[in-house]
């Protein structure tokens, strides 16, 4: 089973950019589909973002499309969300999960390992 463990969060005036990092450990990282989810005080943990385990598909919430980019590098075992122009309403926890089926979701039920998150405070 993976392990992940999210880092690169922090505080960034509005406007900014930062860029998160979800290691995994295991063999068998590169042949699982990765996402990226968010929770905001108060809310439910929305789907942000997802890769498949070559990198070649990838799918956006609309709320982030053409603000973020996921990516990942399957010989660093690491998956990344670059997320530019960031508003106050990204302030989140950011979840990193792996899904071992590999096939497109968004529900958070779907994913079978999640790391710890990592916290992403925009400032206005």
């Known amino acids: 089973q993976v392990q992940l463990v999210e880092s690169g969060g922090g505080l960034v005036q509005a406007g900014g950019s930062l860029r998160l990092s979800c290691a995994a450990s295991g063999r068998t990282f590169s042949s699982y589909a990765m996402g990226w989810f968010r929770q905001a005080p108060g809310k439910k943990r929305d789907f942000v973002a997802f890769?498949?385990?070559?990198?070649?598909?990838?799918y956006y919430s609309d709320s982030v499309k053409g603000q973020f980019t996921v990516s990942r590098d399957n010989a660093k075992n690491t998956v990344y969300l670059q997320m530019n122009s960031l508003k106050p309403e990204d302030t989140a926890v950011y979840y990193c999960?792996?899904?071992?089926?590999?096939?497109?979701?968004?529900?958070?039920?779907?994913?079978?390992?999640w790391g710890q998150g990592t916290q992403v405070t925009v400032s206005s």
């Open positions: 890769i498949s385990w070559s990198g070649d598909s990838t």
């Open positions: 999960a792996a899904r071992y089926s590999g096939r497109y979701s968004s529900r958070s039920e779907d994913y079978n390992t």
